[in-house]
Nanobody
Framework: EVQLVESGGGSVQAGGSLRLSCAAS????????IGWFRQAPGKEREGVSC????????YYADSVKGRFTISSDNAKNTVYLQMNSLKPEDTGVYYC???????????????WGQGIQVTVSS
């Protein structure tokens, strides 16, 4: 059974940093695309960053390029999202997602974590 458990969210002032973690179980990292989405109140869920561990290619939404970095620790089956220079518009619920390769869309959407709140105050 695929399970994704997020941690590391919280509240921070603008300009601050947070690191989200997604502990994955029930699948082999190399066979999956993994990524992060977020959903702000009243808005659709959007892909923030995702990658395919098999080739190392990563996608970043334009709004987070240069500020967010996705990485993984295969030994721990954990994916991270380092978020720097946070802005109030980064506020939302962040979700970890995974999908068995190959995927059609840019970011995975097959399995989801429960989500974790990130709040950035001005």
């Amino acid at each position: 059974e695929v399970q994704l458990v997020e941690s590391g969210g919280g509240s921070v002032q603008a300009g601050g940093s947070l690191r989200l973690s997604c502990a994955a179980s029930g699948f082999i990292f190399d066979n999956y695309a993994i990524g992060w989405f977020r959903q702000a109140p009243g808005k659709e869920r959007e892909g923030v960053s995702c990658f395919e561990n098999s080739d190392g290619s990563a996608y970043y939404a334009d709004s987070v390029k240069g500020r967010f970095t996705i990485s993984s620790d295969n030994a721990k089956n954990t994916v991270y999202l380092q978020m720097n220079s946070l802005k109030p518009e980064d506020t939302g619920v962040y979700y970890c997602a995974a999908e068995h390769l190959p995927i059609i869309s840019r970011c995975p959407r097959e399995y989801w974590g429960q989500g974790i709140q990130v709040t950035v105050s001005s």
